[in-house]
């Protein structure tokens, strides 16, 4: 059977990537601001700095830009095998086992997935080093503003405004539905997306060899509201069998491509489909886990609160090493709450969700 929350361990590499790429350049903004003591001048000085701070992004960036090629590529063609692979194993239970294990060469379909995914992923790299530059900059000014005004000190208005940024991330990426996203969080989204797509095609291009033609989609745990009116429905994968009464009474509800116009597979979407045979096949009842749904987007509004709190760690410690021991200290509380949520609520430790580093 398909496993899409696979889809999200394969993507965890390429989000690792961004989430370390991200950490380290509000760190080079900290430090950056962080010099120079408290000069006249300073604001002239650091906005005259912005070329040295654009060099150091640029290394960075381009570090970034080498390896997410090759991890995407990787990614997505595990992931399509797993797919053929899962449903080998459904055709040999089901008893059709000619030609359920030989090899399936991989379709555009796949090939289009790596390349989707690169589009969404490279043009990252220039948002992020002009998003970079803008918050710099951005922080410079208000920094003067508040200091010339006499509300804070210099140092204390550029720590309060980086412990802002770190908050939310490096935003300004937005997904079709124009919803904003941090540079991690998007890069993940786009990569596990395009993982559990190609696991997906893996599967249908598998089963579609023999001839079949029917599919059920998973009955998964904690589903959001957008995907439940599909849960344990019988979809066709050609379109021919829409509306058609099967000989068990079941009825297919829509072509597969039709689910996916209607919402089924978007963006973070967690179900997978299997094989149907009428008469044969057990359909999933009683699916609907609303409240499943809700612990569980509790548990990622936790795990935003636990890495926005390691980036203002990271950044507290660039001006103050008491600033930087109060942050950990914050932090620390945040997590051992995090971990009694979990297990009041027997929830498991994601841990690559909080993580600020690849691994």
């Not at 995407?72 to 095998?81: D, K, P």
């Amino acid at each position: 059977m398909i496993r899409p929350d696979d889809a999200a361990t394969l993507a965890k590499g390429v989000q690792g990537l961004y989430a370390e790429a991200e950490t380290v350049l509000l760190q080079r903004i900290a430090n950056a601001l962080a010099t120079g003591g408290d000069a006249p001048d300073w604001a002239e000085q650091k906005l005259l700095g912005v070329q040295f701070l654009r060099r150091q992004i640029d290394r960075i960036l381009a570090d970034v830009a080498k390896d997410v090629p090759g991890a995407v590529e990787r990614a997505i063609g595990i992931a399509y095998n797993r797919g053929v692979a899962a449903a080998g194993g459904e055709l040999s239970h089901a008893g059709m086992v000619y030609g359920a294990f030989n090899e399936v060469t991989a379709t555009d379909a796949v090939t289009s997935l790596v390349t989707e995914t690169l589009q969404r992923t490279e043009p990252m790299v220039f948002q992020i080093r002009r998003t970079t530059v803008d918050v710099y900059q951005k922080v410079v000014t208000q920094a003067a503003v508040q200091t010339t005004v006499g509300t804070m000190n210099r140092r204390e208005a550029s720590r309060l405004a980086l412990i802002r940024l770190a908050k939310n991330g490096i935003t300004g990426f937005r997904d079709a539905s124009g919803r904003n996203w941090a540079m991690a969080s998007y890069a993940e989204m786009a990569v596990r997306t395009s993982t559990a797509q190609a696991m997906l095609q893996g599967h249908t291009d598998r089963i579609q060899e023999l001839g079949v033609d029917l599919v059920h989609v998973s009955d998964t745990v904690e589903e959001c509201r957008i995907c439940r009116p599909f849960e344990g429905k019988v979809l066709s994968i050609s379109g021919a069998d829409v509306g058609k009464r099967l000989s068990d009474g079941r009825r297919v509800v829509d072509s597969l491509a039709g689910a996916r116009r209607k919402g089924l597979y978007h963006p973070g979407c967690r179900h997978s489909h299997s094989i149907y045979l009428p008469g044969i096949t057990r359909p999933a009842k009683d699916t609907a886990d609303p409240a499943g749904d809700a612990l569980r987007q509790k548990q990622r509004s936790y795990e935003r609160r636990v890495r926005e709190l390691k980036r203002e760690a990271a950044i507290a410690e660039q001006f103050d090493p008491q600033a930087g021991k109060a942050a950990r200290a914050k932090l620390r509380a945040k997590q051992s709450e995090f971990t009694a949520w979990r297990e009041a609520n027997d929830r498991k430790n994601l841990s690559y969700r909080t993580s600020l580093s690849t691994r």
